[in-house]
């Protein structure tokens, strides 16, 4: 079993930043490969980024690109979600989830699942 636990939501203006965090428990994430989605209301939960366990491969969703940044620390079982130039639009839940096998686009193929953190970007 994991638990991820996430933190770092909360209020911001348009073009400020945040830093999200995902600290794992119970077994190890150090071999998994990581990912944060979002929910906005009224929408499906959709792909923000995705890290590989050796944090060496990254991905991003195009709307998020060049503005996100994801990186994970090992030693800490940590994943980290550096938010930048933030819009509106990008108010939703934020979600870590551990891969499982398959698309690291894909919520379907996650395992673990946190509970969420709020992102409010005000414009």
């Known amino acids: 079993q994991v638990q991820l636990v996430e933190s770092g939501g909360g209020l911001v203006q348009a073009g400020g930043s945040l830093r999200l965090s995902c600290a794992a428990s119970g077994r190890s994430i150090s071999s998994s490969a990581m990912g944060w989605f979002r929910q906005a209301p009224g929408k499906e939960r959709e792909f923000v980024a995705a890290?590989?366990?050796?944090?060496?491969?990254?991905y991003y969703a195009d709307s998020v690109k060049g503005r996100f940044t994801i990186s994970r620390d090992n030693a800490k079982n940590t994943v980290y979600l550096q938010m930048n130039s933030l819009k509106p639009e990008d108010t939703a839940v934020y979600y870590c989830?551990?891969?499982?096998?398959?698309?690291?686009?894909?919520?379907?193929?996650?395992?673990?699942w946190g509970q969420g953190t709020q992102v409010t970007v005000s414009s």
């Open positions: 989830a551990r891969a499982g096998r398959g698309s690291l686009y894909r919520a379907t193929d996650y395992d673990y």
């Open positions: 890290i590989r366990w050796s944090g060496g491969n990254t």
